[in-house]
């Protein structure tokens, strides 16, 4: 009898790690979709006004606690916006492809994936 014929053996697909889980999300994302993801994000959270900031300043790599992430030494894509978290909000990043906000169609980010494109 295998491991997964035993009695009592939860029986399902298994998910595959959220690290592969999101590279295969992005894979999918067109150019510039990212921005356009955090507009969204800023517009339904109410934001009155977005920017961004492209940083490209090259960081010393020589005293990093491991070398593993010297190639994230580089440029930065920074984006503002004059909204603030509520609950809810919070609720809905930690829940990829499970937003809270499905159940209300004027919200564009019913979807759960925008927070995705931070990563």
């Not at 009898?1 to 592969?20: A, N, V």
């Not at 920074?78 to 829940?95: A, L, T």
Request: include cysteine; proline fraction near 5%; glycine fraction near 6%.
């Amino acid at each position: 009898m295998s491991d997964y014929t035993l009695p009592g053996r939860r029986f399902g697909q298994f998910t595959p790690p959220l690290i592969d889980f999101l590279k295969d999300i992005l894979k999918r994302y067109p150019d510039g979709q990212i921005i356009k993801e955090l507009i969204q994000n800023a517009d339904d959270a109410g934001a009155k006004e977005v920017k961004f900031v492209l940083d490209t300043t090259e960081y010393e790599t020589a005293s990093l606690l491991t070398p593993n992430v010297s190639e994230f030494q580089g440029a930065a894509l920074y984006c503002y916006n004059d909204s603030v978290f509520d609950e809810d909000d919070w609720k809905s990043i930690q829940s990829v492809q499970q937003s809270i906000k499905k159940k209300d169609p004027m919200r564009t980010g019913r979807f759960g994936l925008g927070f995705v494109s931070v990563y």
